[in-house]
């Protein structure tokens, strides 16, 4: 059974920076993407990044490239989120899945991910 957990959330003030960890376990394939996905209030969950167990290749949403860095250390199962110059509209729970890898193909949409871990609360404060 795959298992997920997010945590390093908390409060951070615009331009501020949060590393948010997902430990995971339960994988019998080498090959799966891990996604970070955020889901505002009243707004419907949308992707922020990826990357592949088996290259380590990234893939980020437009809204988040260039100011947050996904990370993966393998002895560890776990895949970090380094988030900078954060903004207001960053402010969400965080969420990471996990996903069937397909070679050369990145998808940031929350139905391609099959495990969930719980969420992780971000509140970026101006």
């Known amino acids: 059974e795959v298992q997920l957990q997010a945590s390093g959330g908390g409060l951070v003030q615009v331009g501020g920076s949060l590393r948010l960890s997902c430990a995971f376990s339960?994988?019998?394939?080498?090959?799966?993407?891990i996604g970070w996905f955020r889901q505002a209030p009243g707004k419907e969950r949308e992707g922020v990044s990826c990357?592949?167990?088996?290259?380590?290749?990234?893939y980020y949403a437009d809204s988040v490239k260039g100011r947050f860095t996904i990370s993966s250390d393998n002895s560890k199962n776990t895949v970090y989120l380094q988030m900078s110059s954060l903004k207001t509209e960053d402010t969400a729970v965080y969420y990471c899945?996990?996903?069937?890898?397909?070679?050369?193909?990145?998808?940031?949409?929350?139905?391609?991910?099959?495990?969930w871990g719980q969420g992780t609360q971000v509140t970026v404060s101006s």
């Open positions: 990357i592949k167990s088996s290259d380590g290749s990234t």
């Open positions: 339960g994988f019998t394939d080498d090959d799966y993407d």
């Open positions: 899945a996990a996903g069937f890898s397909t070679p050369k193909y990145y998808t940031l949409a929350p139905y391609e991910y099959d495990d």
